[in-house]
């Protein structure tokens, strides 16, 4: 078996232990001889990104997922996304932000700078993206993750589903927020629901973070034909309790609702 790179990896990161966990803007740079290989690429939103770990530990077969907390369970490597394991290669989908003949200007790469590129291939959402895929539970991870690294995880869940950095995505993200701690669970157990209200990018969101599908019974809409403009609610519900979410306003600023008190975006109401 002989992998030859066909690139590599320039980032602001150096040290893996600094790379955040939803990665960085960073640049993908294709060796000279490879570039023919790029034609046609520009049509993709998003690209698949193998890599070569090439600092990772080969011999580690158990480890706990340290940059959320050591106190975690070890668990085998082919069950995480650790990058010490036998065979360190990566898989990270990544959006294109432009390129420059073969420099590709990539977000959310998990990679530090010099890491070998071993091969690019384009995202399909309608093979890569399976939406109805289950993963164990992640309460005990989420719960031991820093509130700011927990709503930055969120927000890409309901960014990859929405497509859109809004407003109304920030406001669902501040739902799943306080309904994980007060229906303490996951967003995506199976027993967790949803019922979505007016603003399709608030409901897209919510989708997006909880997997919620008309398939599974976990997504609800309401079947009222007409909703005064100044009523919207949402819902988010296990067996136990229902979260139930009035907005108040929409303030003007992403990072203002990520930020803001969660009082002043909703009148909380929990059953």
């Known amino acids: 078996m002989e992998l030859k790179p066909i690139g590599v990896v320039r980032s602001r990161i150096s040290v893996k232990d600094d790379m955040p ?50 106190d975690l369970p070890e668990k085998g490597v082919f069950s995480m996304r650790s990058p010490s394991r036998p065979n360190p290669i990566s898989v990270t989908p990544v959006k294109i932000q432009r390129r420059f003949g073969r420099f590709i200007f990539v977000s959310s790469l998990d990679l530090i700078n010099g890491t070998p590129v071993l091969d690019i291939k384009p995202y399909q959402s309608g093979w890569d993206c399976i939406f109805s895929a289950r993963n164990p539970d992640r309460n005990e991870k989420n719960k031991k993750m820093k509130p700011g690294d927990y709503m930055t995880s969120l927000a890409r869940e309901a960014l990859n589903y929405h497509g859109e950095q809004c407003i109304g995505l920030a406001v669902a993200v501040r739902m799943a927020m306080v309904a994980s701690i007060a229906l303490d669970s996951d967003m995506r157990n199976d027993e967790v629901g949803i019922l ?13 973070i909880t997997g919620a599908r008309l398939g599974s019974g976990r997504l609800l809409y309401n079947l009222r034909p007409k909703l005064k403009m100044t009523s919207d609610s949402y819902s988010i519900f296990n067996q136990e309790k229902t979260i139930i979410f009035k907005l108040k306003r929409f303030l003007k600023s992403y990072n203002d609702v990520l930020e803001c008190d969660a009082n002043d975006l909703f009148d909380i109401d929990i059953i």
């Open 21 to 70: 966990v939803q990665g960085v803007d960073a640049e993908i740079e294709i060796f000279e001889e490879y570039a023919p290989a790029l034609d046609g690429v520009d049509g993709n939103s998003h690209l698949l990104v193998l890599c070569w770990l090439h600092e990772a530990d080969r011999s580690v077969l158990k480890a706990a997922p340290r940059k959320i907390s050591p």
């Open 196 to 208: 979505i209200g007016k603003n399709a990018c608030i409901s897209d969101s919510l989708i997006g």
